[in-house]
């Protein structure tokens, strides 16, 4: 499996909203569809932390600190993975991370920044 690739960051005042989007390359429907997803984030100076997740089957999970703001989603016509962030404060700020694991292989994207300003 190729490595996913995020977009979508970006800078965002207190209160806004942004749409993250990890897709997956070259993946078929049928791995997709196996293919369990989740976001991360990383601060400065902080550790990963799990953002949310979301299961081959559709479930999802969400760290407390973004319960009832964030929302993750698959769409498998675009092989992605969708983090709908909306009301994000300045602790949101972090670089976000996309993994996938399918076949029990785990990948993890690059990376893409988001910036909330106060």
């Known amino acids: 499996q190729r490595r996913p690739v995020e977009s979508g960051g970006g800078l965002v005042q207190a209160g806004g909203s942004l749409r993250l989007s990890c897709v997956t390359p070259?993946?078929?429907?049928?791995?997709?569809?196996?293919?369990?997803m989740a976001w991360y984030r990383q601060a400065p100076g902080k550790d990963r932390e799990l953002v949310a997740t979301?299961?081959?089957?559709?479930?999802?999970n969400y760290a407390d600190s973004v319960k009832g703001r964030f929302t993750i989603s698959k769409d498998n016509n675009k092989r992605a993975a969708i983090l709908q962030m909306r009301d994000l404060q300045p602790e949101d700020t972090a670089v976000y991370y996309c993994?996938?694991?399918?076949?029990?292989?785990?990948?993890w994207g690059q990376g893409t920044q988001v910036t909330v300003s106060s």
């Open positions: 993994s996938t694991t399918v076949w029990g292989q785990t990948n």
């Open positions: 070259g993946t078929i429907l049928s791995t997709f569809s196996n293919m369990d």
């Open positions: 979301i299961s081959s089957g559709r479930n999802t």
